[in-house]
Protein backbone atom coordinates (compact mmCIF):
# COMPACT_ATOMS: atom_id res chain seq x y z
CA UNK A 1 0.00 0.00 0.00
CA UNK A 2 1.18 3.46 -0.92
CA UNK A 3 -0.35 7.01 0.25
CA UNK A 4 -1.63 7.42 -3.14
CA UNK A 5 -4.36 4.55 -3.10
CA UNK A 6 -5.86 6.34 -0.10
CA UNK A 7 -8.31 9.28 0.15
CA UNK A 8 -9.30 11.95 2.56
CA UNK A 9 -12.66 13.08 2.39
CA UNK A 10 -12.28 16.75 4.08
CA UNK A 11 -13.48 20.44 4.37
CA UNK A 12 -10.85 22.82 4.21
CA UNK A 13 -12.09 25.35 6.42
CA UNK A 14 -13.08 22.61 8.84
CA UNK A 15 -10.59 22.03 12.25
CA UNK A 16 -10.86 18.12 12.66
CA UNK A 17 -9.80 17.99 9.05
CA UNK A 18 -6.91 20.40 9.33
CA UNK A 19 -5.80 18.40 12.03
CA UNK A 20 -5.23 15.05 9.55
CA UNK A 21 -4.03 17.52 6.48
CA UNK A 22 -1.12 18.78 9.13
CA UNK A 23 -0.51 15.23 10.58
CA UNK A 24 -0.38 13.87 6.63
CA UNK A 25 2.22 17.09 6.09
CA UNK A 26 4.50 15.91 9.00
CA UNK A 27 4.56 12.51 8.18
CA UNK A 28 5.33 13.30 4.59
CA UNK A 29 2.75 11.54 3.31
CA UNK A 30 0.79 12.99 0.12
CA UNK A 31 -2.68 11.24 -0.48
CA UNK A 32 -5.39 12.31 -2.42
CA UNK A 33 -7.78 14.75 -1.49
CA UNK A 34 -11.98 15.21 -2.30
CA UNK A 35 -13.52 17.91 -0.52
CA UNK A 36 -16.81 18.27 0.65
CA UNK A 37 -18.11 21.22 0.99
CA UNK A 38 -19.51 21.91 4.36
CA UNK A 39 -21.51 25.13 3.47
CA UNK A 40 -23.70 23.21 0.58
CA UNK A 41 -24.29 20.57 2.86
CA UNK A 42 -22.65 17.45 0.88
CA UNK A 43 -21.86 16.21 3.80
CA UNK A 44 -25.63 14.98 4.15
CA UNK A 45 -26.03 13.81 0.24
CA UNK A 46 -27.01 10.21 -0.23
CA UNK A 47 -23.39 9.73 -1.98
CA UNK A 48 -21.12 11.02 1.15
CA UNK A 49 -23.33 9.46 3.29
CA UNK A 50 -22.46 5.45 1.81
CA UNK A 51 -19.01 6.53 2.71
CA UNK A 52 -19.31 8.00 6.36
CA UNK A 53 -23.18 7.34 8.07
CA UNK A 54 -22.41 9.84 10.58
CA UNK A 55 -22.38 12.59 7.63
CA UNK A 56 -18.78 14.28 9.14
CA UNK A 57 -15.31 14.69 7.93
CA UNK A 58 -12.89 13.89 7.33
CA UNK A 59 -12.78 10.69 6.56
CA UNK A 60 -10.11 8.46 5.26
CA UNK A 61 -10.51 5.47 3.04
CA UNK A 62 -8.74 2.63 2.16
CA UNK A 63 -7.98 0.83 -0.77
CA UNK A 64 -10.00 -1.77 0.61
CA UNK A 65 -12.69 0.35 0.75
CA UNK A 66 -13.04 1.07 4.29
CA UNK A 67 -13.66 3.83 5.88
CA UNK A 68 -12.25 5.68 9.00
CA UNK A 69 -14.09 8.62 10.19
CA UNK A 70 -12.84 9.79 13.71
CA UNK A 71 -9.36 11.91 13.76
CA UNK A 72 -8.02 9.57 16.25
CA UNK A 73 -8.43 6.36 14.51
CA UNK A 74 -7.08 8.38 11.30
CA UNK A 75 -4.24 9.26 12.58
CA UNK A 76 -3.29 6.03 14.44
CA UNK A 77 -3.89 4.08 11.48
CA UNK A 78 -1.76 6.63 9.44
CA UNK A 79 1.13 6.39 12.20
CA UNK A 80 0.89 2.15 11.91
CA UNK A 81 0.18 1.57 8.57
CA UNK A 82 3.58 4.28 7.55
CA UNK A 83 5.78 4.00 10.80
CA UNK A 84 8.89 5.23 9.42
CA UNK A 85 8.55 8.60 11.02
CA UNK A 86 6.28 7.63 14.22
CA UNK A 87 3.98 10.85 15.39
CA UNK A 88 2.30 8.88 17.69
CA UNK A 89 4.93 7.66 19.82
CA UNK A 90 7.34 4.80 19.41
CA UNK A 91 7.46 2.95 22.97
CA UNK A 92 4.30 2.08 25.17
CA UNK A 93 5.51 5.00 27.37
CA UNK A 94 5.58 7.28 24.40
CA UNK A 95 2.06 6.17 22.65
CA UNK A 96 -0.08 6.23 26.26
CA UNK A 97 1.18 9.47 26.90
CA UNK A 98 0.83 10.87 23.95
CA UNK A 99 -2.49 9.20 23.74
CA UNK A 100 -3.60 10.84 27.29
CA UNK A 101 -2.48 14.27 26.02
CA UNK A 102 -4.60 13.95 22.59
CA UNK A 103 -7.54 12.53 24.29
CA UNK A 104 -7.34 15.46 27.11
CA UNK A 105 -6.86 18.50 24.46
CA UNK A 106 -9.65 16.92 22.47
CA UNK A 107 -12.54 16.86 25.78
CA UNK A 108 -11.05 19.91 27.24
CA UNK A 109 -10.00 22.00 24.53
CA UNK A 110 -11.33 21.33 21.02
CA UNK A 111 -15.19 20.36 22.57
CA UNK A 112 -15.31 23.02 24.76
CA UNK A 113 -14.82 25.74 21.80
CA UNK A 114 -17.61 23.64 19.79
CA UNK A 115 -19.59 23.95 22.39
CA UNK A 116 -19.60 27.50 22.07
CA UNK A 117 -19.14 27.75 18.02
CA UNK A 118 -22.01 25.67 17.50
CA UNK A 119 -24.51 26.92 20.10
CA UNK A 120 -23.75 30.57 18.70
CA UNK A 121 -23.45 30.36 15.14
CA UNK A 122 -26.39 31.27 13.35
CA UNK A 123 -25.82 29.21 10.32
CA UNK A 124 -25.66 25.82 12.96
CA UNK A 125 -29.41 26.85 14.11
CA UNK A 126 -30.80 23.21 14.21
CA UNK A 127 -27.19 21.10 13.56
CA UNK A 128 -25.83 22.13 17.71
CA UNK A 129 -24.57 18.75 17.40
CA UNK A 130 -22.26 17.44 14.46
CA UNK A 131 -23.35 14.40 13.08
CA UNK A 132 -27.04 12.27 11.41
CA UNK A 133 -29.40 13.78 13.60
CA UNK A 134 -30.55 17.51 14.54
CA UNK A 135 -30.29 19.13 17.55
CA UNK A 136 -31.40 22.88 18.58
CA UNK A 137 -29.09 25.13 19.68
CA UNK A 138 -28.48 25.62 23.36
CA UNK A 139 -27.43 29.68 23.81
CA UNK A 140 -26.52 29.28 27.42
CA UNK A 141 -23.78 26.71 26.98
CA UNK A 142 -22.29 29.46 24.98
CA UNK A 143 -21.18 31.17 28.12
CA UNK A 144 -20.11 27.93 29.85
CA UNK A 145 -17.64 26.82 27.09
CA UNK A 146 -15.69 30.57 27.14
CA UNK A 147 -14.94 29.43 30.79
CA UNK A 148 -14.38 26.05 29.53
CA UNK A 149 -11.88 27.28 27.11
CA UNK A 150 -9.81 29.77 29.67
CA UNK A 151 -9.30 26.84 31.71
CA UNK A 152 -8.20 24.80 28.88
CA UNK A 153 -5.64 27.57 28.02
CA UNK A 154 -4.50 27.83 31.67
CA UNK A 155 -3.93 24.30 32.15
CA UNK A 156 -1.93 24.22 28.94
CA UNK A 157 -0.32 26.65 30.09
CA UNK A 158 0.78 24.95 32.61
CA UNK A 159 1.97 21.81 30.70
CA UNK A 160 4.12 23.88 28.79
CA UNK A 161 5.93 25.46 31.12
CA UNK A 162 6.44 21.95 32.94
CA UNK A 163 7.88 20.75 29.55
CA UNK A 164 9.93 23.95 28.66
CA UNK A 165 12.66 22.63 31.24
CA UNK A 166 12.75 19.38 29.30
CA UNK A 167 13.25 20.74 26.13
CA UNK A 168 15.53 23.63 27.27
CA UNK A 169 17.17 20.59 28.87
CA UNK A 170 17.69 18.67 24.89
CA UNK A 171 16.56 15.41 23.20
CA UNK A 172 13.18 15.13 24.80
CA UNK A 173 10.75 11.83 23.80
CA UNK A 174 7.50 13.11 22.15
CA UNK A 175 5.92 11.87 25.05
CA UNK A 176 7.49 14.21 27.70
CA UNK A 177 6.16 17.23 25.73
CA UNK A 178 2.76 16.35 23.92
CA UNK A 179 -0.33 18.22 24.55
Not at 110 to 132: C, D, Q, S, T, Y
Amino acid sequence: MTPDTLKLYHSPASPNSRRVRIFLAEKGLKVPLVAIDLGKGEQHSQAYRAINPRRVVPTLVLEDGTAIGEVPAIMRYLDEAFPEKPLLGATPKDKGLIAMWERRAELEGFAAVMEGVRNKIAGLKGRAIAGPHDYEQIPALVERSVLRVKNFFADLNERLGQAAGVIANGSPDRGSFSV
